[in-house]
């Protein structure tokens, strides 16, 4: 099975890899597969052209989810593509071949922010509409219930 695990700069991040991976690749699981970390940037325009960096957040983001991923026996590779995320997330799980992508809830709280996704919609929201395989939106851990964790398939 190719898991695609699409990584932002939230904190929630590696809580979503850690996820994918002692749900879908425990040990001992007769599961075999792979797992592909995706952190997408939006280009940065200078007056000559779009340049392209990888940001400290995206670096960190990316060496997180690998020092969570060195226990795990699973084959593992991690990319990082600039382009719109929601579309750039979408085109990258068709490009490697994803058999299940896997995504963070999108924050919600302000009103404003709610707003905002309401209108632009979310990444997660995006990909779980437009990708061809099937999608886990990894719920937020609610305060007050530390001990459980929700997903939406």
């Known amino acids: 099975m190719k898991v695609m695990v699409g990584m932002d700069g ?22 075999a597969g792979s797992l592909t970390l995706v952190h997408v940037q939006e280009p940065f325009f200078y007056p000559k ?7 400290p957040s995206a670096m960190e983001a990316v060496r997180k989810a690998q020092d969570a991923n060195s226990a795990s026996a699973v ?3 991690s990319v990082i593509m600039v382009g719109e995320p929601k579309e750039t997330i979408c085109r990258a799980a068709e ?10 809830q999108p924050r919600q709280g302000h009103d404003q922010k709610v707003r ?13 509409h437009h990708v061809r395989c099937p999608v886990v939106i990894v719920k937020r851990r609610k305060r007050s219930d530390v001990t459980r964790e929700s997903v939406s398939v």
Request: hydrophobic fraction near 45%.
């Open 49 to 55: 052209g779009p340049a392209v960096y990888m940001t």
């Open 95 to 104: 490009q490697f071949r994803a058999d299940l992508l896997v995504m963070r």
């Open 75 to 77: 084959e593992a590779g």
């Open 10 to 31: 939230s904190d929630g991040r590696v809580r979503v890899l850690t996820w994918a991976l002692e749900t879908l690749f425990k040990p001992g699981s007769p599961v």
């Open 116 to 128: 905002i996704t309401a209108l632009l919609g979310s990444v997660s929201d995006y990909c779980a």
